[in-house]
């Protein structure tokens, strides 16, 4: 098992920046990769950016560019630096593991909501 605790979310002015962070606990010496989603109201939820133990990333093509993601050295946590954030971007953020064994079974947290707006 692996939990997830997500924050840094809030409200912050169009343009601005934030970050978001993600905190696992439990099974972290199996985990293969990490990532952020986001649901928006109304929508469903989707992909913002992967990274795996080894580093590697990959964004939302309509991202790239804004948001960065990382993770620490001891993997416990990880990252998502938001830039230039548009009032589009509203959403709850959630922070996803998956396990090197079971690769098709993702964990979630709770999520934290970032809000864009003036």
């Known amino acids: 098992q692996v939990h997830l605790v997500e924050s840094g979310g809030g409200l912050v002015q169009p343009g601005g920046s934030l970050r978001l962070s993600c905190t696992a606990s439990g099974r972290i010496h199996s985990l293969a990769a990490m990532g952020w989603y986001r649901q928006a109201p109304g929508k469903e939820r989707e992909l913002v950016a992967t990274?795996?133990?080894?580093?590697?990333?990959t964004y939302a093509d309509s991202l790239k560019g804004r948001f960065i993601i990382s993770r620490d050295a001891g993997d416990l946590t990880m990252y998502l630096q938001m830039m230039n954030l548009k009032p589009e971007d509203t959403a709850v953020y959630y922070c996803?593991?998956?396990?090197?064994?079971?690769?098709?079974?993702?964990?979630w947290g709770k999520g934290t909501l970032v809000t864009v707006s003036s």
């Open positions: 990274i795996t133990t080894d580093g590697k990333t």
């Open positions: 996803n593991a998956r396990l090197a064994a079971t690769p098709f079974i993702p964990y």
